[in-house]
């Protein structure tokens, strides 16, 4: 053994989705957006001035802002950004959960929540979700250091209604609660109407699903000027030119783009009701999903072995082999193609 190993902060890394660089792959296990970005993207980084980048980019992202405004009741001072959301929520994770008592998030969900946990030696308990998959709200109404809950949640793509997120808010007036909405945009109703009410709310949001540029790392987080002054602050301990500036300047281009987003939130939607149908008729149960993905599982079919199957024909979907949820497969909801190309070859494995 080396006389510095054991000085090694030790960790376990959260694992993403693989992205194999194969071509003709139908690539449904990441959850990215099958269509393009606007076009207003493509617009505003060919004319984006080159000699900008010789500078640091601006940390007070004031355009970016002015975009995200046209669809959030937020003033600036209310929006953190991020390189994605997964830095924004780690950002949340080590400036909020700071406590004696166990952040609370349920059993399934994000599986980087507990990284982040460990990261930060936060602890941490996990809250069972019911038989059918969904969180009970009253679960979460004992002590604790905080909660943290995806809505909807990954991977089951179920989502609370607002009520049910407004009584946990309720019952938890003296900790930081924080609604990852990575995937709002595909059916659900954001708290963010709630940030007047509950100062202790914390919305996530990502411009990696509904907005097609996962690429591009860009996530912001909505709550009062308190909290985003208590982020800013400890991400200017870190970095404090977080948001590079062509990711900005596209970033802004997209959120200004509503209708382009609003077009595509509802192809996905409508290419997801088609996609459970057509695999229902195979014999498959699918989670109520309002997510740009589906939970999927079949009681005549091993999801390892279907998993398996779809792999070697080129069509790439996500298995965890994990408690409760290894007869389940997370499938992305793809263009109207490739959704054809699964359903193909799962009814090729079914017979
Ligand atoms: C995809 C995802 C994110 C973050 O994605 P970024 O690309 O980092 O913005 C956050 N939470 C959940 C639940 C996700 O699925």
Redesign the pocket.
Known sequence: MKLWEDKIRQVVPYVPGEQPQIKNIVKLN??ECPYPPSPMVEKAIREYNTAELRKYPSFVCRELKAALRKTYPVTDDMLFLG???????ALCFMTFFNSDKPVLFPDI??S?YDVWCDLYNIKYKRVPVNEKFEITPEDYFGENGGIVI?NP???TSICMPLESIERILQNNRNVIVIV?E??IDFGGESAVSLLDKYDNLVV??????SRAL?GI???YAMAGKELVDALEAVKNSFNSYTLNSLSQTAAAAAANDVEYWEDCRKKIMATRSRMIKELSELGFETLPSS?NFIFTTNKNVKAAELFEFLRSKGVIVRYFNKPRISEYLRITVGTDGEVDRLVEEVKNFVG
């Not at 390189?83 to 929520?89: A, I, Q």
């Not at 996530?204 to 699903?209: E, H, L, M």
């Open positions: 990441t959850n390189n994605g959301s997964d830095e924004v929520l969900t994000y980087f995806a949640n990954a991977p990852d990575a995937y996530v949001q990502t411009f990696s699903k996962a790392r860009v996530g997510a």
